[in-house]
């Protein structure tokens, strides 16, 4: 089976950050496949800016590369999935061997559905992020991926900050923040 990383996120819009982590992992991880995994809707999370639907094409657009796959697997349900059920599903296709997360996730990692058997099936890779705290003590086995684009979607959002989105979706980007202010 083919060893892949599972990239999941509300990518609520995927920007030049997701771009380098996805870049990132490709180069360091010994897999042949990332998966992108947009979330319906994160568990943690009330809402999204722009539609699930939205928010798949654009990171459609924005992982452009034959060595990702973007998997519309969660939206499918038309509700908020749990990572656990999502590393289960593609384990019938792939060996899943690692599951990426931003360090903002940290936190509250022993709260995610079904923490502790995620942590014996994969090996967690952690995006940095200045500002956050980088305690793994609860994880089995990580590895830390150096991030340099200090950008969050919620940044891009509040502050109409369109420097780190991609020019081919910029526009939509846009109309939707816009849209969100009224």
Known sequence: MIKVAILGGSFDPPH???H???QSALQNLEIKKLIV???FLNPFKQSSLATP???FNWCKIVF???RIEVSNYEINFNRAIFSSQTVKHF???YDVKYLIIGADNLSSITKWHNFKWLDRQIIWVIASRDGFDLDT????EFI???ISVEVSSTQIRECNNLSYIDNKIVTEVENIIQKGKI
Do not use: E, Y
Not at 137 to 140: F, I, K, V, W
């Open 16 to 18: 030049c950050g997701h």
């Open 137 to 140: 003590s609860m994880l089995r």
């Open 91 to 93: 384990k019938n296709f």
């Open 20 to 22: 380098a982590i996805s």
């Open 144 to 146: 830390k991926l150096d």
């Open 64 to 66: 452009d590369d034959d």
């Open 53 to 55: 639907q939205m928010r």
């Open 37 to 39: 995994v947009p979330t």
